[in-house]
């Protein structure tokens, strides 16, 4: 019994407070007790920002390329015609098809595909500029459209537009019109015309204005006459003769409206250079002995200080350039080798513009271009095959000459350098231009029309 007792064990008493003690579970090697633990990069959060910038970077790069790409591809692609005018105030038709138009910095575009088209722009008040244009693969036709000023004919005879002259004080325009019957005037600001004479003229050969452009002076085939321009009162127009005999080559001077420069040739065998301070032509003064030149043209300068003199004799060799001064009354031969057979002033009357006939038979019109001071200094030949009357000077130091044969409009500069502008000249023959510095409008016409485009661009 004592051996049994030593043996057996007898289990601990187990309070009611006492909790049992669960068995001791094994607890397995986390990987990291396995593996080796992995050394940290003490740089790798600034490696990962440069990677992340490297990959943005070439991601930039990437798309600036794709849009320069695409760029390329769109303007080499895209075709159409870009108008030069600043607002879309006019409908376009396309070969009768109307066209959308998108304003862009230089003016109104029109997408179309390449190929001929007759383009056709309207504007409320006057008659729609055609034209047609040829657009290549790519190709963008630049134009600068024009607009003509004088209504459609309602008789079967062709209208007509002749003895254009610019008022002096650059705001309008005047011209005789209706086949040499009515004074037209063209305000340039608002672009209105209105007839300012009613009853029909007959047989004039020459218009020129006064400085107040209230009376026009008109040659008839008996004479010369004082054509009242009426502003208001359209009843009682006048006119006048101007009874003077042995006269020619009448000119108004252009800061003053009744002193007229002339030729008088009496039957005595004088023929001088007179000025009268009396449009009527009651009394004058004779200026200078013209008997070396046949039949002048006279050319007021914008200043009144000179007065140009064109010998118009049937032998073009001996059409030289005179000028006259006013203010020291001398008579001085400008030019000796002949062929001139045009001239005017630039705006500031300090520099001569002349024609000179042309033998050459690639010009295409028959006369080039020449230069000097009023004294006869720095001749200077411009290289130019033009003719003055299709000329307008912009400023002192530049004129605008159309270039018919690229469909250009060049401006020239005295110094040398040119510009070329796109222009759509109409099919008819340039007679002449004006511009108007004011409103940046230029004027220029056909035997058959007159048109406003405005430069402003």
């Excluded at 230089?106 to 055609?130: K, M, Q, T």
């Excluded at 630049?142 to 008022?167: E, M, W």
């Excluded at 340039?188 to 020459?206: H, Y």
Aim: aromatic letters at 10%.
């Amino acid at each position: 019994m004592a051996e049994h007792a030593e043996t057996e064990q007898s289990e601990p008493e187990v309070s009611a407070h006492t909790k049992p003690t669960p068995d001791k579970v094994e607890e397995k090697p986390t990987e990291e007790a396995i593996s080796p633990k992995k050394a940290v990069h003490p740089f790798a959060k600034s490696i990962q920002r440069a990677q992340r910038r490297r990959l943005f970077t070439i991601l930039g790069v990437c798309v600036a390329a794709l849009s320069i790409l695409w760029g390329i591809i769109y303007y080499s692609t895209r075709s159409g015609i870009l108008i030069l005018e600043s607002e879309k105030n006019f409908t376009v038709t396309l070969n009768g098809k109307a066209a959308k138009l998108d304003q862009e910095k230089d003016g109104v575009f029109i997408h179309a595909r390449p190929g001929v088209y007759r383009l056709e722009l309207s504007r409320d008040g006057y008659e729609p500029f055609i034209a047609d244009i040829k657009i290549a693969s790519g190709g963008i036709v630049k134009l600068r459209p024009i607009f003509s000023v004088l209504p459609k004919t309602t008789t079967t005879s062709p209208t007509t537009v002749d003895y254009v002259r610019p008022s002096l004080d650059h705001k309008s325009v005047y011209y005789l019109g209706d086949n040499r019957q009515t004074i037209y005037r063209v305000e340039i600001a608002n672009k209105v015309q209105v007839p300012i004479t009613t009853e029909p003229l007959q047989g004039v050969s020459d218009m020129q204005w006064t400085h107040s452009a209230d009376v026009a002076l008109i040659q008839l085939p008996d004479g010369y006459y004082l054509q009242e321009i009426p502003t208001y009162n359209f009843q009682n127009e006048v006119r006048v003769k101007i009874t003077q005999p042995y006269i020619s080559a009448l000119v108004f001077d252009p800061n003053s409206s009744d002193r007229i420069a002339f030729v008088y040739s009496p039957p005595t065998g004088e023929h001088s250079l007179a000025f009268s301070n009396d449009r009527n032509i009651t009394s004058f003064d004779r200026k200078a002995d013209i008997g070396a030149i046949t039949n002048p043209k006279l050319i007021w300068s914008p200043s009144s200080d000179y007065v140009l003199l064109i010998d118009r004799s049937g032998d073009p060799t001996k059409n030289n350039l005179w000028i006259y001064r006013t203010t020291d009354g001398q008579l001085v031969q400008l030019t000796t080798s002949g062929n001139v057979t045009d001239a005017t002033f630039s705006p500031d009357s300090g520099t001569i513009l002349y024609e000179v006939r042309s033998t050459d038979p690639s010009n295409p019109v028959g006369s080039t271009l020449s230069v000097m001071r009023p004294d006869g200094t720095d001749k200077k030949d411009l290289g130019i095959a033009g003719k003055v009357t299709r000329t307008a000077w912009k400023d002192a130091s530049s004129f605008y000459l159309p270039d018919l044969a690229h469909n250009n409009l060049t401006l020239y500069q005295l110094g040398g350098s040119q510009t070329s502008i796109p222009f759509s000249f109409p099919s008819g023959n340039i007679q002449g231009m004006n511009y108007f510095p004011e409103d940046q409008v230029l004027l220029f016409y056909t035997a058959q029309s007159i048109y406003l485009s405005d430069l402003a661009k």
